[in-house]
């Protein structure tokens, strides 16, 4: 089964930009998609098709994807943005099954 | 608006069977441009993918947790749901239920989620 990599901790100074990568194999074939999530509650999708935005989601937000890394890149770093980040793309063994990233904590400094 | 809300015991004894359950509302959960998945999260921990299943009624698995989970739909009801069975304490999580894009009509994403129902293993 594929495996996606994170870095464990990531910080970044108000208003800067930073950006959050995950490796993996299966990303040669699929997308990453990306979600936050802030304490005590659900995961919520901010990137889709390597550079697609859910509605609701500020433009600050943005993806990419090269090889077999993919990086959701946030430009203007704010406040709110502080919480765990997740990737998740399709396994290389099935296109219904699943992988996660182990999550990538955002410290906004 | 979709909405999706878990149901569960909250306490599970070792060995015994878990069953959670998530109820569709504000949309169709009958649609082939979907199917439904179940996510648990361990305390402290990142987001493990359990099993998903289509309206039609086929279904997928985690190879890790296979031998031990079944997951099943109700469409009348509109309900999805998993059993877990001889639980340890490696089962206690918080488990999230999401809608999952299946084709080109939908978001390649788990795009709608739960809140999360924590499940305790405890004698």
């Known amino acids: 089964s594929a495996e996606l990599t994170q870095d464990p901790a990531v910080s970044v100074a108000l208003g800067q930009t930073v950006s959050i990568t995950c490796q993996g194999q299966?990303?040669?074939?699929?997308?990453a998609t990306w979600y936050q999530q802030r304490p005590g509650q659900a995961p919520v999708l901010v990137m889709y098709d390597k550079n697609s935005r859910p509605s609701g989601i500020p433009d600050r937000f943005s993806g990419s994807n090269s090889g077999n890394t993919a990086s959701l890149t946030i430009t203007g770093a704010q406040a709110e943005d502080e919480a765990d980040y997740y990737c998740?793309?399709?396994?290389?063994?099935?296109?219904?099954?699943?992988?996660f990233g182990g999550g990538t904590k955002l410290t906004v400094l | 608006q979709m909405h999706l809300q878990e149901s569960g015991p909250g306490l599970v004894k070792p060995s015994e069977t878990l069953s959670l359950t998530c109820s569709v509302s504000g949309g169709s959960i009958s649609s082939s441009s979907y199917y439904w998945g179940w996510i648990r999260q361990s305390p402290g921990k990142g987001l493990e993918w359990i099993a998903s299943i289509y309206f039609s009624g086929s279904k997928f698995y985690n190879p890790s947790l296979k031998s031990r989970v079944t997951i099943s739909i109700d469409t009348s009801k509109k309900q999805f749901s998993l059993k877990v069975n001889s639980v340890t304490a490696a089962d206690a999580a918080v488990y999230y239920c999401?809608?999952?894009?299946?084709?080109?009509?939908?978001?390649?994403?788990?795009?709608?989620w739960g809140q999360g129902t924590m499940v305790k293993v405890s004698s």
């Open positions: 998740h793309s399709r396994d290389t063994s099935g296109i219904h099954r699943e992988v």
């Open positions: 999401a809608r999952r894009g299946g084709d080109y009509q939908a978001l390649d994403a788990f795009d709608v």
């Open positions: 299966t990303l040669r074939r699929h997308y």
